[in-house]
């Protein structure tokens, strides 16, 4: 057989037929789904298509469903929902778990929490599993070896159906870091600058394999942080290796599998890798020593520069249509051409979301506000991945760090990444944000979003506008 | 879904790049538990102000573009969420094609499983056919998909390419879940191959 990727090694052994007459890009196949997760937003349809055609869920074991887009983070957890419509989504997941067999997370759960912090917590997520979800950072699980991508809801339909979807093979490309990153730099950085260089469409149609020295380096945490915001260049489904690092993540999860188990499983999760001469039909390299922290001006997220760095200016745009995408998004954040960002003011600052809300992006920010205070005019928001994440933190005392200096220590759930709940920009309000959109209204109509590390967002909120955390680094202790 | 094989109407041209799903359905419409009832909500802060006013001046709102069928749109449009409802709003708002050089992956996927045609055509191609999307001299234009071909009224004629699945779901409106399900042996032998070999991925029975 000729050398194949990753991504091909997967596809191939979740083909259950094959649908066209193509091989390659674009052939389209009946593809297995090892597990899916479930959310109360783009899930109801689907279970009503259910209802509609009198069809059963084929495997109700392989899926979980998570309460955690429209749940109030209120320190003081309860059951209530903010608004009826949440509210009646909320109980129409709880039918649906119910009727049709499906294991439920709900907001008073212990376990409850974004979805992407819960799966892998719970070892729902193993390696070499294809997982396809109703929702785009299920590029997340690529961290874990598992091939992980966003579906909407009419395939969130098919799947419960019948296990399977109907799949295009995408184009494959390698994303290598080379090096290793400087102090200060994290994971957020390394997948921001990836977006920055690439475009936000810059891998449309393609599926990406992380690889290199610089990622073997990070943290399992901060690999999910890199292939959860992969999807912000367009990536259709993400995957690394598996390696040392993700075997002893996976292995003291509940529902991994142990014993004599464990051991199979490992052996045939060491054969998941690309054949040394695979051809993929990009590459790219990126330069770890290169990368400096980043933060966003507009409001895409490719729309970004080194912290040190200025507002661009669109006049410089040789293109008519970039220079007015530019020109609109400066109008939408009200900034000036040529304004050094660390001279730009905030109002808010949020630690949270499924890219940069694990316990390793936690105690990142606890370092830089130990001892400190946010700023005069700024509300500091922390909110962790998970319930888990949040008692693990309580554990090792960040809540009092946090709470010591200035933020609100929440209760877990998406939140300000989308504002679904109760969390919400007011219009003209300007956040630091550790989430992965910094679209236009994505926050609250009106607000705007400055994209950057956890770490970097905590450096904001002490200094009251855009700094390098590195220099708030050196002034410390 | 609707069977899409011939349709004519105006046009009307979005330029602008990335337009996300954020943009085509903001959050506050994402709260309902069916499809319906989101025509309201779509492209809801372009088309209304923040008094729930029309505004006059965005392009669907002009008298010249009443009933559009179609959006001529700049690159990676449908980019971000996951969320379906872009897909069904614009469908409740008359929308059946939409033409442009490149789409994100998930709402590519949702537009063909709810009978929104997507065309990519080449730069120029979209240039000239936005072009004429502004004029409302010229807005009009029609696409046949049997034909894979859209033209403006007497003026140029472009074909576009379509995986011949999608076409044929397309032009039938095919239940998709329903032809899969014919191939239930095979899931189920597949299912019980896969779980032999690594029996590690047997979901844990609650």
């Known amino acids: 057989m000729s050398p194949r990727t990753l991504y091909d090694k997967l596809i191939d052994s979740h083909t259950v037929a094959r649908l066209d007459d193509h091989t390659g890009p674009g052939a389209e196949v009946l593809l297995y789904i090892d597990r899916t997760i479930l959310n109360e937003y783009t899930s109801p349809q689907a279970f009503s298509g259910l209802r509609e055609a009198g069809r059963k869920v084929w495997q109700p074991d392989a899926a979980l469903m998570v309460v955690d887009h429209v749940n109030p983070t209120a320190p003081n957890r309860n059951a209530e929902m903010p608004d009826a419509g949440g509210a009646n989504q909320v109980r129409y997941f709880g039918d649906n778990s119910r009727d049709f067999g499906i294991e439920l997370l709900d907001v008073l759960h212990p376990l409850q929490g974004i979805e992407h912090v819960v799966a892998p917590e719970l070892g729902f997520i193993l390696p070499g599993m294809v997982v396809g979800a109703g929702d785009s950072h299920t590029t997340t699980y690529g961290a874990l070896g598992a091939l992980g991508f966003g579906i909407g809801t009419s395939d969130i339909e098919h799947y419960l159906a019948t296990s399977t979807l109907r799949y295009r093979r995408m184009r494959t490309m390698r994303v290598s870091l080379d090096g290793a990153l400087l102090p200060g730099v994290t994971a957020k950085d390394v997948v921001m600058a990836l977006i920055a260089k690439i475009g936000a469409s810059g891998a449309t149609g393609y599926a990406i394999e992380f690889a290199g020295e610089g990622l073997a380096a990070l943290s399992v945490e901060g690999r999910m942080t890199i292939c959860n915001m992969a999807v912000e260049a367009g990536a259709r489904g993400v995957i690394m290796a598996p390696d040392q690092a993700v075997f002893d993540y996976v292995a003291d999860k509940p529902r991994a599998p142990k014993g004599a188990l464990w051991d199979q499983a490992v052996r045939y999760w060491s054969t998941l890798r690309t054949d040394a001469d695979a051809v993929f039909d990009r590459e790219v390299r990126l330069d770890a020593d290169e990368i400096e922290p980043l933060v966003t001006w507009g409001i895409s997220p490719d729309q970004a520069v080194p912290i040190g760095g200025r507002v661009p200016d669109p006049a410089t745009e040789p293109d008519a249509a970039r220079r007015k995408d530019m020109q609109r998004a400066l109008a939408y954040m009200d900034l000036a051409p040529g304004t050094a960002l660390e001279e730009v003011t905030i109002q808010r600052a949020f630690i949270g979301s499924c890219t940069n809300a694990r316990l390793s992006d936690l105690r990142e920010a606890a370092k830089v506000v130990r001892g400190r205070h946010v700023a005069a005019g700024v509300r500091g928001m922390v909110v962790p991945g998970s319930s888990s994440v949040r008692r693990a933190a309580e554990a090792e005392g960040l809540d009092r760090v946090f709470i010591e200096a200035g933020f609100e220590w929440r209760q877990s759930g998406c939140s300000l990444c989308l504002a679904m709940n109760d969390d919400v920009l007011e219009p003209g309000e300007r956040c630091a944000s550790s989430t992965n959109r910094n679209f236009e209204g994505r926050q609250g109509a009106g607000g705007r979003t400055h994209l950057m590390s956890p770490a970097m967002v905590a450096a904001a909120a002490i200094a009251g506008r855009l700094t390098d955390v590195r220099r708030l680094a050196k002034q410390g202790a | ?206």
């Open chain 2, 1 to 206: 879904m609707q069977p899409f094989t011939t349709v004519t109407g105006p046009a009307a041209a979005l330029p602008a790049a990335n337009t996300d799903t954020d943009v085509i359905m903001p959050k506050q419409f994402l709260k309902g538990i069916d499809r319906s009832g989101l025509d309201n909500g779509t492209l809801h802060n372009l088309r209304f102000d923040a008094t729930g006013a029309r505004r006059s001046d965005f392009v669907l709102n002009r008298p010249e573009w009443a009933d559009t069928r179609f959006l001529v749109v700049g690159p990676n449009f449908g980019c971000g969420s996951s969320r379906e409802h872009a897909v069904w709003g614009l469908l409740q708002l008359g929308i059946r094609a939409i033409i442009g050089t490149s789409f994100a992956g998930i709402f590519n996927d949702n537009a063909a499983n709810n009978g929104l045609l997507l065309i990519s055509l080449e730069p120029g191609e979209v240039h000239t056919l936005s072009t004429l999307a502004a004029d409302p001299a010229r807005n009009r234009l029609a696409i046949d998909l049997p034909a894979q071909s859209i033209s403006g009224d007497g003026g140029p004629r472009f074909a576009f390419d379509i995986s011949p699945l999608r076409k044929d779901a397309l032009m039938r409106g095919l239940d998709a879940i329903g032809t899969t399900l014919d191939q239930a042996g095979a899931i189920r032998a597949f299912e019980a191959r896969h779980h032999a070999a690594q029996p590690w991925l047997v979901p844990h029975a609650r």
